[in-house]
C-alpha cells in the first residue's frame, strides 16, 4: 500500500488480500532449460497419438528386444529400441509420459487440495482440532506412508483412480503442515477479526479471507512436489502397484526391463532417464518459483 | 522425565491403535475382505467357511477386537500364496532386511557426515557445489533406477560385483549403497545448514580466540552441536529406509521384508501386505518413542518444556 504523504492519509496497515505477486529481480532468470523441458514433454504426452506411427500396446514379437539405432542390429525405425513384446520403446515412453502427469496431476490436486483444507481448518479452528489434525498429520508425516499407498492399491485393485488416491495419500500431510502454519500467522490480522466481528461464518472467512492470502505458499509447494508425485507415482508402478497393464508407465516399463538387465539394457534405462529428467526439470523450475513468488519459503 | 516418558508412550499407544484402525477400516473398504484372503478360484464352501471363521458375521467392533487381539499375539492370518502363517515368513526374513539396513544407514552416516561438515566449512567453493549436487540428484533420481543402473555397470559389464541375492559380504556392496545414498542427500543438506549455523555462533569464536587448534573447533565444539538436529529428524530417515528397502530389495532380489511385501502385491497376496504393513508400523513408532526419549535424555529443554 502506497503512503500519501501529500494528504497525510491513514495507510492500510496490510493488504486485504495477498494476491500471487511476482518479485521482478526473479524474472530475469526465469530457468529456461528446464522451462522448455517441461514444455516438449507436455506436448509430447498430449500429442502422443500424432508423434507416433506405432501402438503402444499392440504387440509384434518379430520385432522383439531390438537394440538402439546406434548399437548393432538397432534402425532408426525404432529409435530407442524394443521390448520383449516388440513394442516399439520410445512410443511406450512418450505414451508413459500421459500417465506419469495425469497422475501427477491428479494426485496433486486432491493431496494438496485435501492437505490444503485440513491445514487451514487446523489453523483457523485451533484447539482440539488443530491438536487432533496436526497429531495425524506428524504421524503421516514421519511415516514410511507409502505402505498404506501400496496396501489400498493391494485391496482396490490398480486402475487409475486408485493410484492417484494412493498418491494423494502419501501427499497431504505435507501441504497440511505447511499451510497451516501460514493460517496460523494470517489468523491474528486485523482483516480476518474485522470479518469476524462483521458476522462472516467460518466457512467465509476460510474460504473468502485467508485461503486467498494462502495462495502463493499453496502454488509454490504445489510446483515443489511434481517432481516427488512424479516418483511416487514411477515406485508404485515398479512395484506392480500402479496402473496395470498394458498400460505403459515408466516406473513398469523399468520392471519388465529388469529381467532382461544383461541382454537388453536399454528397456530400463531410457523410461529411468525420462523420470530423471523430467523430475530433475520440474525441481528447477520449483525452486525457481519459490524465488520468484516468495523467497522466505525456502525451508519448504 | 518419568513423566515425559509416560506421556510420550502413550502417545504411542493411542498413534498404533490409530493405524490398525485404519488398517482394519482400509480392509473393509471393498466391503467383503474375504475375498481379498482366499485364492481367485476358491470354492463357494471355503468363501463361507472363512467368513464364518473370520467371525464375519458378526458386528464391526467386535471384528475389530479379534483383529486386534490376534495381531498382538502375533497371529496375522495365513499367506494366500505361500500356504503358510505369514508371521514366520516375515520371522524368516527380517534379519536380512535389518542387516541390510544396518549396512546402508553406517555407510549413510559415514558418507553425510563428512561431507555436511565439509560443505559447511568450504562453504561457497567447489567442494561444496558437488556435495549440493549429490543432495539435488538424490531428490530426482528414482531409486529403483538407480539400482539396476548399478547392477548393469558393475555386475553386468565390469563384473565385479553380484548381481543380485544374498550370499558374501560383496553382496551387500551395490544395495546398502543404493539405499544409504538416498538417507545421504537430506542428512548432508540438514547437517551443513546447522553446521553453518553453529560456526557463526559466540561459543565457536571463543573457542578459536583461546586457540583451539581449528579442527578441534570442527569436528569437536561444532559437530557436536551440529548433530541435535540431525536427531530430530531420525524419524524421517527411518521412514526414507523403509520405503526404500521395498524398492531396493525388489531390485537385488534380497530376501527381506520389502522384498515380501512386492511379492504380496504381484500375488495380491493381502494377509502378507497387511502384516508387513501393520508390524512396520509398530517399529517406526516403536523406534520413534526411542529416539525422543534418547533426545530428551540428551537435552534437558525437551523433557522440561
Known amino acids: 500500500m502506497s503512503v500519501s504523504m501529500a494528504t497525510g492519509e491513514l495507510v492500510r496497515e496490510e493488504p486485504l488480500v495477498r494476491p500471487v505477486r511476482w518479485r521482478l529481480a526473479a524474472l530475469r532468470h526465469v530457468p529456461v532449460v528446464p522451462l522448455s523441458i517441461i514444455t516438449l514433454i507436455l506436448l509430447t504426452a498430449v500429442l502422443a497419438n500424432v508423434l507416433t506411427p506405432y501402438s503402444p500396446v499392440d504387440i509384434a514379437l518379430p520385432e522383439r528386444l531390438k537394440p538402439p539405432f546406434w548399437e548393432q542390429g538397432g534402425s532408426l525405425a525404432h529409435p530407442l529400441g524394443t521390448d520383449p513384446m516388440g513394442r516399439d520403446l520410445l512410443t511406450r515412453m512418450i505414451y508413459g509420459a500421459r500417465i506419469s502427469l495425469l497422475v501427477g496431476f491428479l494426485g496433486l490436486c486432491l493431496g494438496g487440495g485435501v492437505g490444503a483444507a485440513l491445514g487451514l481448518i487446523a489453523g483457523y479452528a485451533g484447539g482440539r482440532v488443530d491438536a487432533f489434525l496436526m497429531r495425524a498429520t506428524d504421524t503421516a508425516l514421519s511415516f514410511p506412508i507409502i505402505l498404506f499407498a501400496i496396501l489400498l492399491v493391494v485391496i482396490l485393485g490398480g486402475s487409475l483412480l486408485t493410484v492417484v488416491l494412493a498418491v494423494a495419500l502419501v501427499l497431504w500431510a505435507r501441504f497440511a503442515r505447511v499451510i497451516r502454519g501460514e493460517t496460523l500467522s494470517i489468523r491474528e490480522r486485523h482483516f480476518v477479526a474485522q470479518a469476524r466481528i462483521a458476522g462472516s461464518s467460518p466457512m467465509r472467512i476460510i474460504v473468502v479471507h485467508l485461503f486467498p492470502n494462502v495462495l502463493n505458499t499453496l502454488v509454490v509447494l504445489l510446483s515443489l512436489q511434481v517432481g516427488w508425485v512424479i516418483i511416487v507415482e514411477a515406485s508404485l508402478s515398479f512395484l506392480g502397484a500402479g496402473v496395470p497393464p498394458p498400460t505403459p508407465t515408466w516406473g513398469s516399463m523399468i520392471a519388465e526391463g529388469r529381467d532382461y538387465i544383461a541382454s537388453a539394457w536399454w528397456i530400463s534405462f531410457f523410461p529411468g532417464l525420462a523420470i530423471l529428467v523430467t523430475v530433475l526439470a520440474f525441481n528447477l523450475f520449483g525452486d525457481w518459483l519459490r524465488d520468484a513468488l516468495d523467497p522466505t519459503l525456502r525451508q519448504l | ?305
Open chain 2, 1 to 305: 522425565m518419568q513423566r515425559y516418558i509416560v506421556r510420550r508412550f502413550f502417545q504411542s499407544l493411542l498413534e498404533l491403535l490409530a493405524i490398525s484402525m485404519l488398517i482394519f477400516g482400509m480392509s473393509r473398504l471393498t466391503g467383503d475382505p474375504v475375498m481379498l484372503m482366499v485364492p481367485d478360484d476358491a470354492s463357494r464352501e471355503d468363501i463361507a467357511q472363512l467368513r464364518h471363521a473370520l467371525g464375519l458375521d458378526q458386528s464391526l467392533p467386535v471384528q475389530y477386537w479379534v483383529f486386534l487381539s490376534k495381531a498382538v499375539q502375533g497371529d496375522f492370518g495365513r499367506s494366500i500364496k505361500g500356504q503358510m502363517p505369514v508371521s514366520e515368513m516375515i520371522k524368516e526374513r527380517l534379519p536380512n532386511s535389518l542387516k541390510l539396513a544396518a549396512v546402508a544407514l553406517s555407510i549413510a552416516v559415514l558418507l553425510a557426515f563428512p561431507l555436511g561438515v565439509v560443505a559447511a566449512v568450504k562453504k561457497g567453493t567447489a567442494l561444496d557445489t558437488m556435495a549440493n549436487v549429490v543432495a539435488v540428484l538424490g531428490q530426482s533420481l528414482p531409486q529403483f533406477w538407480v539400482g539396476i543402473v548399478l547392477i548393469q555397470v558393475f555386475a553386468v559389464h565390469l563384473r565385479w560385483l553380484p548381481v543380485a541375492g544374498v550370499g558374501s559380504i560383496w553382496h551387500y556392496v551395490l544395495p546398502a549403497f543404493t539405499l544409504g545414498w538416498f538417507v545421504v542427500a537430506g542428512m548432508m543438506r540438514l547437517l551443513r545448514s546447522s553446521m553453518l549455523d553453529i560456526l557463526g555462533s559466540e561459543f565457536v569464536k571463543l573457542a578459536r580466540i583461546k586457540g583451539v587448534p581449528e579442527s578441534t573447533v570442527i569436528w569437536k565444539h561444532a559437530l557436536r552441536n551440529a548433530i541435535i538436529p540431525v536427531l530430530t529428524f531420525g524419524a524421517i530417515y527411518l521412514a526414507i529406509l523403509v520405503t526404500g528397502a521395498i524398492l531396493v530389495e525388489t531390485v537385488f532380489a534380497w530376501p527381506g521384508i520389502g522384498q515380501l511385501i512386492y511379492q504380496g502385491i504381484v500375488f495380491r497376496d493381502f494377509p502378507v501386505v497387511q502384516a508387513v504393513v501393520l508390524l512396520t508400523a509398530g517399529v517406526v513408532i516403536a523406534v520413534n518413542l526411542l529416539v525422543d526419549i534418547l533426545y530428551a535424555y540428551v537435552d534437558p529443554r525437551i523433557r522440561y518444556g
